[in-house]
DNA sequence: CGCAGCTCTGAGGCGTTTCTGAGATCTCCG
DNA sequence: CGGAGATCTCAGAAACGCCTCAGAGCTGCG
């Protein structure tokens, strides 16, 4: 998956550096822009994943711009900040087309949160889990190959190897895998003839006995 | 554009009911749950556009209803509302699934905002639903070929590709599509049928069969 | 009225999935 | 080495999900 883009527009320069590395950090590409002309020029040219508006800006105010993104047809996600925290405010800046409002002082966690909750919004919650160097799309039962080739599952398939995938690193035993993802009354030897699919769709090397023990995650 | 249906899961029944009234005054179509388990029975089986979600349920918590829900490919929004909100909360909350956080005590206007925030389509007031190559004309009811080809829908064809192609990376669930195109009495298999002429007039690829899920749109 | 198109029902068919069970194979340990 | 227990392989039965399509009722129009 490509890097996050995001446009920073803020005019407290010492705000946007900071903000810019803590992007940086959590693997956002960041553009900045420090007043609202700037922000829109770049806003209605480039193309990003959020943008991040500062309400208060020079040149052209935070809503003014958002307004003008807007109405140019730009639907792409936007977190508004402001140091403006009443009620009145915050419903002025999400009826002025942001889809979230955060107010000033924040917390960093707070705004990373917001910023993965607004991300999520466009890949329809295509997430994945990482299966070595292949994927598991959560949403679409699916493995998805490092050439992008994919390999759909059945129900059960998917939820055993959902299961094994989300603890990679431990060793699941055969009665807690069948308890996770079969009914009560299967037989004692289902996990295994599950196993046995999966090798069949996935490659042998894709599950990993450990004898006496149980199954774990392996390569694809 | 039809009434928003918003699907309310919310234990306190006072509260419940004062939020049910506002919704309806707002002119949303609002269904109640007052646990978890029922919440998330009506979030797999319903259609909605919005999910409004109390952290504190009784039966199955907030949150691992809104994680149950993600797994199960519903990609609603949702808003989470909760007592509880210090930042970790709040992270908790969002990076469970939840598009926006909201905490208790709020004010009305705010929460309103919020949902109207959420119930924002991207393309909203567009003449024209992109459909892979092709465009679905929202005003004749017909959908336009690449080289300019325009082929007639009836009214129930057109609503739900219509619902596809709305969120066209999103999976819909046949419950939701028929609760969404087709009256509350018909058949389980009126959708199964519609996407067979949809298939029969755009071909094969038009829609897409996620088995076991449901259908996504795609390539006309 | 008669026709055409739309909507919905329901039945039949087909490929897939799920689960069982049994034989083959492997591995460890005495 | 040999046996016991663990694991693998796989065929087959039943259930399920999905597709297809004929036909009945309805509506609107000439």
């Known amino acids: 998956m490509a890097k996050s883009r995001v446009l920073l527009v803020e005019d407290d320069r010492e705000l946007a550096g900071m903000l810019g590395e803590l992007l940086a950090d959590e693997g956002y590409e960041t553009e900045a822009a420090h007043d609202g002309q700037r922000g829109l020029h770049l806003g209605l040219t480039g193309h990003y994943d959020v943008l991040i508006i500062d309400r208060r800006l020079p040149v052209l105010d935070g809503l003014e711009l958002l307004r003008r993104l807007r109405t140019r047809a730009v639907t792409t996600r936007v977190l508004v900040l402001s140091a403006l925290g009443e009620v ?13 409002y955060l107010v000033k002082p924040f917390e960093a966690e707070e705004l990373l949160a917001r910023l993965r909750a607004l991300g999520r919004r466009d890949l329809e919650g295509a997430e994945c ?19 992008g080739e994919r390999i759909t599952l059945s129900g059960r398939e998917f939820e055993l190897l959902r299961t094994l995938a989300q603890r990679p ?27 046995y699919y999966l090798r069949l769709k996935l490659g042998r090397d894709a599950v990993r006995t450990v004898r006496g023990l149980g199954y774990q995650i392996g390569v694809v």
């Open 169 to 195: 690193k431990a060793i699941h035993p055969r009665a807690a895998l069948r308890t996770r993802v079969f009914a009560e009354s299967t037989g004692e030897s289902i996990v295994d003839t599950y196993v």
């Open 129 to 147: 889990l990482p299966l070595g160097t292949a994927a598991l799309d959560l949403l679409r039962h699916e493995v998805v190959l490092p050439r």
């Open 88 to 100: 009145a405010d915050r419903v002025a800046g999400l009826d002025a087309g942001a889809d979230d």
